[in-house]
């Protein structure tokens, strides 16, 4: 059973448009973090967030952490194919050991 | 600045025999934790070394195990391979604790036939 649960699996969108993934818990986490994963290549730290409600932009990219720090959401504007890739939440628990979701599988067709 | 290193990068190893894996972190960082990630899943937290010492530890059997030197480098070790072992093993490194993201090197594939 995965503590973190992330949703779509797969997405597949055309250049230009604007999508939202999400991670979602039973759980409450003292921070959560975001990657992205290529292939053949481990996973790249996109942003961390720690407090309930925050919210975090870094370029395209827009980050939330929920209120309640069980979930978060990713939010791209005007995908690019070099966003292409597995993206990755990741929450900490005890400060020590972070739990992985399954990831969402994004493909941005040019 | 080196990130982390990871070798080999590829190993392919039979069923019930014992496998080592290597990490060196990237420079600063104090503390290395290993995942395993299988085909289409998330990483999978096996264990933590910090100053020396496994401080977590994942729902991982005995048959992984794990060392860290004095230059905060590590082994992952593994007996009695199982075809179920098959995956891609990540190293992190961090400062302990990793609140602020891990640096995660490019992993090692191993197969096991």
């Known amino acids: 059973t995965q503590l973190l649960e992330q949703s779509p699996q797969f997405l597949s969108i055309q250049e230009g448009e604007n999508l939202t993934v999400y991670c979602n818990s039973s759980?409450?986490?003292?921070?959560l973090q975001w990657y992205r994963q290529e292939p053949g290549e481990g996973p790249v730290l996109l942003v961390t967030?720690?407090?309930?409600?925050e919210v975090k932009k870094l370029k395209r990219l827009t980050f939330q952490f929920g209120d309640a720090r069980k979930d978060s959401s990713l939010h791209i504007t005007a995908a690019q194919p070099g966003d292409t890739g597995l993206y990755l939440c990741?929450?900490?628990?005890?400060?020590?050991?972070?739990?992985f979701g399954s990831g969402t599988k994004l493909n941005v067709k040019p | 600045d080196a990130g982390v290193t990871q070798s080999p990068t590829h190993l392919i190893k039979t069923r019930g025999q014992q496998v080592t894996l290597r990490c060196s972190p990237k420079?600063?960082?104090?503390?290395v934790s290993w995942y395993q990630q299988a085909l289409g899943q998330g990483p999978q937290f096996i264990f933590q070394?910090?100053?020396?010492?496994?401080?977590q530890r994942g729902n991982f059997p005995d048959r992984f195990s794990g060392h860290q030197f004095p230059n905060y480098s590590s082994e992952l070790n593994v007996n009695a391979l199982l075809l179920g072992d098959s995956a891609l093993y990540l190293c992190?490194?961090?400062?302990?604790?990793?609140?602020?993201?891990?640096?995660f090197g490019s992993g090692t594939r191993l197969t096991v036939v």
């Open positions: 992190a490194s961090s400062l302990r604790p990793p609140n602020y993201g891990y640096t």
């Open positions: 759980s409450v986490f003292s921070s």
């Open positions: 967030v720690v407090t309930g409600g």
């Open positions: 990741a929450g900490g628990k005890n400060f020590n050991k972070f739990y």
């Open positions: 420079s600063g960082h104090d503390t």
């Open positions: 070394y910090y100053e020396e010492e496994e401080r």
